[in-house]
């Protein structure tokens, strides 16, 4: 086997397992960084390939501008991943409308106390 062989086989193998990665990953921020390896391999084999330009535009559009904006829109959205699923998100605003209450009705007592006192 020849170097050329090897990294042509260390290329595709990292870009495969990063672009499932991308799918598969239920952080956001990780699939885009997933993403931007994606593109670094797919440059790697390009140049493999003898293709310079094309290789330097994927880095220059692709990973420069189009995966950086991606990382910037899903960075500013701040999208809150929840590992328990929406279940847990709806048993949080149950309990916070339940503490809301309790709260309202024990002021609701001291009020009446105060009154017959």
Do not use: W
């Not at 960084?33 to 330097?56: D, H, P, R, S």
């Not at 916070?96 to 309790?102: F, H």
């Amino acid at each position: 086997m020849t170097i050329h062989t090897i990294l042509f086989n260390l290329f595709a193998s990292v870009a495969m397992i990063s672009a499932t990665l991308v799918i598969l990953s239920k952080n956001p921020i990780n699939s885009v960084i997933f993403l931007i390896l994606v593109f670094c391999n797919a440059t790697g084999l390009l140049l493999l390939l003898k293709v310079e330009l094309l290789a330097m535009m994927f880095i220059i559009i692709y990973v420069g501008a189009i995966a950086v904006l991606f990382l910037f829109v899903v960075m500013m959205l701040n999208i809150k991943v929840n590992p328990q699923g929406v279940k847990a998100e709806i048993f949080l605003e149950k309990k916070k409308k339940l503490t809301e209450l309790a709260k309202l009705d024990e002021q609701e007592n001291l009020t009446k106390e105060r009154l017959i006192s």
